[in-house]
Nanobody
Framework: QVQLVEPGGGLVQAGDSLRLSCKIS????????LAWFRQAPGKEREFVAA???????????YYTDAVQGRFTISIDNAKNTANLQMNSLKPEDTAVYYC????????????????????WGQGTQVTVSS
């Protein structure tokens, strides 16, 4: 059983930056897909970003258009921690953010769907004021 723990989150102003972290209880080696999703009040959960690790080493990233160029997803393998650096935040970024993990290299189509991920963090609130 893999556990994901998300400290952080908070209240910031529009234009500010914030970094979310997701501590992973397994070693971040081998093949896996780590993603961030978010859910705003009254809306469905949506995909934000993902990083996919190859079994042979190396990785690639994938972002939704709404955050492309503003958010950066990364993995700190020494700390088994995933990070989501969020810059130029907007009020519409306000949501509960969840990290999710699957022990497989998900395809471009499947990584967008939350149902593909086996493990989830508890979520952390991000509020961006205008």
């Amino acid at each position: 059983q893999v556990q994901l723990v998300e400290p952080g989150g908070g209240l910031v102003q529009a234009g500010d930056s914030l970094r979310l972290s997701c501590k992973i209880s397994r070693r971040t080696i081998g093949s896996y897909t780590l993603a961030w999703f978010r859910q705003a009040p009254g809306k469905e959960r949506e995909f934000v970003a993902a990083i996919r690790s190859f079994r042979s080493g190396g990785s690639n990233t994938y972002y939704t258009d709404a955050v492309q160029g503003r958010f950066t997803i990364s993995i700190d393998n020494a700390k088994n921690t995933a990070n989501l650096q969020m810059n130029s935040l907007k009020p519409e970024d306000t949501a509960v953010y969840y990290c999710a993990l699957d022990n497989a290299y998900l395809t471009d189509g499947t990584l967008l769907s939350g149902s593909q991920y086996e493990y989830w963090g508890q979520g952390t609130q991000v509020t961006v004021s205008s």
